[in-house]
């Protein structure tokens, strides 16, 4: 007994010693739960962490470990995303249900393990299954490490972070299966903090507001927790100055507006330099899809910054005088060619595997979907990493093509329908480790369905060396590439009618999700995985998995409506 003992405390011991010598240990526990929450006039049941809407924010310096016990008092499986997390070595804790675990069933808790690295600046957690991030969200704080600071040449006194969310006046998870709308359930206003603002119906007495003293600068970290959209973002009368973006500097840039795709997170610098009164910090969503849809949601969402010592009750706050339109995609192009990385990169240029992704919309029988080389993800029976990290065969087939079937103009006008045809499956992308890679997405328009798409990769950042215009060439659009100081994300837009390259080295070994982060596009297929075999080493080789991993079982179908006549898996998938 002595002996187990003492063997226990070295082994603890080491343990602390090494987190000590990596960074610092925080512990939080997350308790899911159905609440009531009244906004827009009516009341809305939605499940929510620790009964907040946004949810907690985590707060943690580079290098450090979090252990986040999560508790479902729900009604339906959940799992928790660490969005932009690399989770080096670990992808049982990275989250996406049916790609690396399985839900956490009603009445059970899993505690994930989340391992910062070298992420810097703010990052996010979600709900990873089905639509359950729409209350299931909030943000991650990482600040430098310690005796570091801040390398952009603006110092702040203060921070402020800011989430964008969406509200639906009933259950989004239950109505998603009525829907047979291309653009999905609408929702019916966006919020700032979990409110919807001013200009919003019952909504005045709640407007989120954030009180600033003249002079001082203050570092705004803002999340895109929306489901389905891109949003402007102004302040009235203020300048803005970008400094980084999904945990990662940025060349800092002023701009008197930002644009913030799904699932991206912003680190943006204001100064309180105006005269004293009240401002309105306002957000409206930047819509690239077919303009004769007008059903979109055109809520003019606001906050307001309330100088320290105003009177709130005596004046009107003022209103931006330049807000981008709804339909302003050029606004948004040109926000994006400024970012570049705050330092020079190291990337990748000795590339041995080339992909060119197309992102359709399309047609499978009476259904809608959405493709990746004309193929539409189906979930298996069992999580992807567990058949791979087991060995299990039938669950998944390692063919996804580097390539579309066939190739025409992606951007036509009108592209037919039957131009190309689609299919479901479960087909992942096989990359040996350190694998040098270039991955072209190009948006294509069959059904006129071309549209920003936020094209997210699980376990990594990568580098976005080019954008552009109409089809891509194959010949002359890599040499605009940058290979100098692009912009590393983990989430970029591939915009309407346009073509996105990305580069990255696979040097986290695991299995780990691409997908475009509009949840409606999620949901019908827009994602596929990539599997990063082990280095040889035991420092690049897939951890050992943890004990009591939820377990998997038939997945529900609380949202999801089945294609019984799919020639390949009869399986669930939401429309």
């Known amino acids: 007994m002595v ?56 707060y943690v310096q580079k290098g450090d470990t979090v252990f986040v016990n999560v508790f479902n008092h729900g009604f339906y499986g959940v799992t928790i995303h660490w969005h932009g997390v690399k989770q080096p070595r670990n992808p049982w804790m990275d989250g996406p249900a049916y790609i690396t675990q399985c839900p956490i069933k009603p009445g059970m808790n899993f505690t994930y393990e989340v391992k910062f690295s070298d992420e810097e600046g703010t990052l996010w957690w979600h709900a990873h299954s089905d639509w359950a991030r729409v209350g299931v969200h909030g943000a991650i704080v990482i600040y430098p490490e310690e005796g570091t600071t801040y390398p952009y040449p603006i110092r702040h006194d203060a921070e402020e972070v800011i989430v964008f969310g969406a509200w639906y006046t009933y259950d989004v998870n239950w109505v998603v299966i009525e829907s047979d709308n291309r653009y999905g359930p609408g929702s019916d206003s966006f919020t700032i903090n979990g409110q919807p603002g001013d200009f919003c119906p019952c909504s005045k007495e709640t407007t989120y507001r954030w009180e600033v003293e003249h002079g001082k600068t203050y570092l705004l970290r803002m999340v895109n927790a929306a489901l389905n959209a891109e949003l402007f973002f102004v302040i009235a ?17 002023d701009t008197n507006y930002v644009v913030i795709e799904a699932g991206q997170t912003m680190d943006v610098l204001v100064t309180a330099n105006q005269s004293s009164g009240l401002y309105y910090m306002a957000t409206r969503q930047c819509f690239t899809g077919e303009a004769s849809f007008t059903s979109l949601d055109k809520a003019n969402v606001t906050a307001i910054l309330q100088y320290n010592g105003s009177d709130s009750s005596s004046s009107l706050p003022y209103f931006p005088t330049y807000f981008p ?16 990385s705050l330092y020079g990169q190291d990337v990748p240029t000795n590339i041995t595997t080339r992909m060119f992704i197309a992102a359709n919309l399309q047609q499978y029988h009476s259904d809608f979907i959405s493709t990746l080389n004309n193929i539409s993800w189906v979930n298996p029976d069992i999580d992807v ?7 299990m065969s039938g669950f998944y087939s390692d063919d996804f093509p580097d390539n579309p079937p066939t190739f025409y103009d992606f951007v036509g006008f009108d592209v037919g329908l039957n131009t190309t045809q689609g299919e479901v499956g479960t087909k992942v992308k096989v990359l040996k480790y350190d694998e040098e890679v270039e991955m072209v997405f190009q948006s294509a328009n069959i059904l006129n369905g071309s549209m920003d798409h936020p094209m997210h990769l699980h376990g990594y950042s990568f580098y976005v060396v080019g954008s552009g215009e109409g089809d891509f060439d194959f010949d002359e659009d890599p040499k605009t590439y940058n290979l100098v100081d692009p912009p590393k994300l983990n989430t970029a837009t591939l915009q309407k009618s346009g073509w996105l390259a990305i580069r990255f080295k ?24 990539i599997i990063v075999k082990n280095g040889g080493t035991p420092e690049t080789t897939i951890r050992e998995p943890p004990k009591l991993m939820p377990v998997c079982e038939e997945k529900t179908s609380n949202n999801l409506k089945r294609l019984n006549d799919s020639p390949v898996y009869s399986e669930s998938k939401s429309i």
């Open 237 to 253: 009368g203020h300048n803005l100055t970008v400094v980084g973006m999904d945990g990662a500097y940025l060349k800092p840039f």
């Open 385 to 391: 990493l567990q058949a791979y990290y087991n060995n």
């Open 325 to 340: 339109d709804f339909y302003d995609i050029y606004a948004a192009m040109s926000f994006r060619s400024k970012l570049k």
């Open 506 to 529: 696979a040097s986290n070994p695991g299995v780990w999700l691409w997908h475009c982060h509009l949840d409606r596009h999620l949901s019908w297929g827009m994602n596929y995985v």
């Open 3 to 58: 002996a187990v003992s003492w063997c226990f405390i070295a082994t603890l011991l080491s343990w602390t010693l090494l987190c000590l010598a990596e960074g610092k240990v925080h512990y939080y526990d997350f308790h899911l739960r159905e609440k009531n929450f009244t906004k827009l006039c009516t009341t809305t049941n939605m499940l929510v962490v620790n009964d907040q809407f946004p949810g907690p924010t985590i």
